[in-house]
């Protein structure tokens, strides 16, 4: 079955970076974009940034560009979310899902979720 | 960009009863539309897609209607695991794919 494993939660101060990786699992990993959203406590999820698992094109979401890189390394299904410059607001659930077919549609596959807490 | 709206913010509800949640957009999105359920401490689930086909293993007492700019999802017979917040998202071509605020399905 389809599976995304994200890694575990992260502290960082402000303006430091971190960065969370998705392994894909239960599927062809080239044949399917994977987005990354985060959420708020309460609040709706929020679209970041998208790659293309088969050529590593990226779309990054106009609020995230400029801080946000995302990376993938086939031989492992492997991808990385890397944010940098952190703010107290950045705090927030971080998840990685996959897309639809080969873009960035609709999310059938969602990751556990990676908490960021950033605090002094 | 395009702003989504849900209603109600939430909704008490009883085992059994029929339940409607509407989703509107600010532009039309033509039926670009997804609905997830999302548990406490859970990743969203996608339920519906393309406003109105059931994704595979949900149960056939969702289902999701509508175009243009308002669409609804509805629980046809309201079982105890659907009490959940539940959120529209659309995918129109070159948006930024943005998610309603969500409505909470709670116990009348």
């Known amino acids: 079955q389809v599976q995304l494993v994200q890694s575990g939660p992260e502290v960082k101060k402000p303006g430091a970076s971190v960065t969370v990786s998705c392994q894909a699992s239960?599927?062809?990993?080239?044949?399917?974009?994977i987005s990354w959203m985060r959420q708020a406590p309460g609040q709706r999820p929020v679209w970041m940034a998208w790659?293309?698992?088969?050529?590593?094109?990226?779309k990054y979401g106009e609020k995230f560009q400029g801080r946000i890189t995302l990376t993938r390394d086939t031989s492992t299904n492997i991808v990385y979310m890397e944010l940098r410059s952190l703010r107290s607001d950045d705090s927030a659930v971080y998840f990685c899902?996959?897309?639809?077919?080969?873009?960035?549609?609709?999310?059938?596959?969602w990751g556990q979720g990676t908490l960021v807490s950033v605090s002094p | 960009d395009i702003q989504m709206t849900q209603s109600p913010s939430t909704l008490s509800a009883s085992i059994g009863d029929r339940v409607t949640i509407t989703c509107r957009a600010s532009?039309?999105?033509?039926?670009?539309l997804a609905w997830y359920q999302q548990k406490p401490g859970k990743a969203p689930k996608l339920l519906i897609y393309?406003?109105?086909i059931l994704e595979s293993g949900v149960p056939s007492r969702f289902s999701g209607s509508g175009s243009g700019t308002e669409f609804t999802l509805t629980i046809s017979s309201l079982q105890p695991d659907d009490f959940a917040t539940y959120y529209c998202?659309?995918?129109?071509?070159?948006?930024?794919?943005?998610f309603g605020p969500g409505t909470k399905v709670d116990i009348k």
């Open positions: 899902a996959r897309g639809s077919d080969g873009g960035n549609d609709y999310f059938d596959s």
């Open positions: 239960g599927y062809t990993f080239t044949r399917h974009g």
């Open positions: 790659i293309s698992a088969k050529n590593g094109n990226t």
């Open positions: 532009q039309t999105i033509y039926s670009w």
């Open positions: 393309k406003a109105s």
């Open positions: 998202q659309e995918y129109n071509v070159y948006s930024e794919r943005t």
